[in-house]
């Protein structure tokens, strides 16, 4: 009997998209930090799933806090993201102010970088400037991951140095460094972009 074919549907890798093998699938994930991808049956369910949120398609049972849908929040806040570039390696990141929109920070690029360590930096810069302004506002960012290495004090990264990426490694020993020794009242939350769309500091170029 001959194999049947599967087609994945890859959220986040090297390129996003549906793929009509494993093959091409493992070529976009395999050692991409952070990466999100599903296999389906029919090419139809891999490119409906595409369009929804990851986390919607691989737990499709909401917990009883994610059937209470919270309102998109309009206070004072800092919100944050990252850009990484799939084929260049080249890694951004900003902080935009939620009420107003104005840019508050942006940094890069810098060379062989991930979206994770980008979240994880824009955190903890705003975290810096927010405590030299004595600010106690929140800051929001869309990803789980930053704000786990964040609390943890600690960027749990897999990326290897290669003699490009030799300041970012050193904006994270400081940014680690600065999580150990400073304490801080800001609640760092959760930007819900599957009810909110996406974060006021996304770079737009999805």
Same mark, same amino acid.
Request: glycine content about 6%; proline content about 4%; hydrophobic content about 40%.
């Given at each position: 009997?001959?194999k049947?074919?599967k087609?994945y549907?890859?959220?986040q ?5 549906v793929?009509s093998s494993?093959d091409?699938?493992?070529k976009q994930?395999?050692g991409f930090?952070g990466?999100?991808y599903?296999?389906f ?8 799933a595409?369009k ?5 398609v691989?737990?499709p ?5 994610q059937l209470?849908?919270t309102?998109?929040?309009?206070i004072?806040?800092?919100t ?7 084929k260049t ?7 935009v ?8 920070f942006?940094?890069?690029p810098?060379?062989d970088g991930?979206?994770n360590?980008?979240?994880?930096? #824009?955190?903890v810069?705003?975290l ?6 004595g600010?106690e ?5 869309d990803s789980?991951?930053?704000?786990a290495?964040v ?5 749990n990264?897999?990326l290897? @140095?290669?003699?490009r990426n030799?300041?970012?490694?050193d ?5 680690e460094?600065w999580?150990?020794q400073?304490?801080f009242?800001n609640k ?7 009810w909110?769309? @996406?974060?006021? #500091?996304?770079?737009?170029?999805k």
């Open positions: 009997m001959a049947k074919v087609f549907a890859v959220w890798g090297r390129e996003k998209g793929f494993w091409e699938c493992k994930v395999e930090e990466a999100q599903k296999s049956e029919s090419k139809t369910e891999a490119e409906n595409i929804k949120n990851y986390f919607a691989v737990n049972k909401p917990s009883s806090q209470i849908k309102p998109k929040p309009n004072p806040a800092w944050v993201d990252a850009a990484w570039n799939t390696g080249d890694l951004e990141y900003q902080g102010d939620l009420q107003t929109k104005k840019q508050l942006r940094k890069g810098f060379q991930t979206n360590i980008g979240e994880f930096l #824009a955190i810069h705003a810096a400037l927010l405590k030299n302004l600010s506002v929140p800051i929001f960012s789980k991951t930053a704000i290495w609390k943890a004090k600690k960027a990264t897999k290897e @140095e290669t003699g030799s300041e970012l490694f904006l994270i020993e400081r940014a460094n999580l150990k400073n304490t009242k760092i939350l959760k930007w819900e972009t599957k909110w769309g @996406e974060v006021p #500091a996304d770079f737009g170029r």
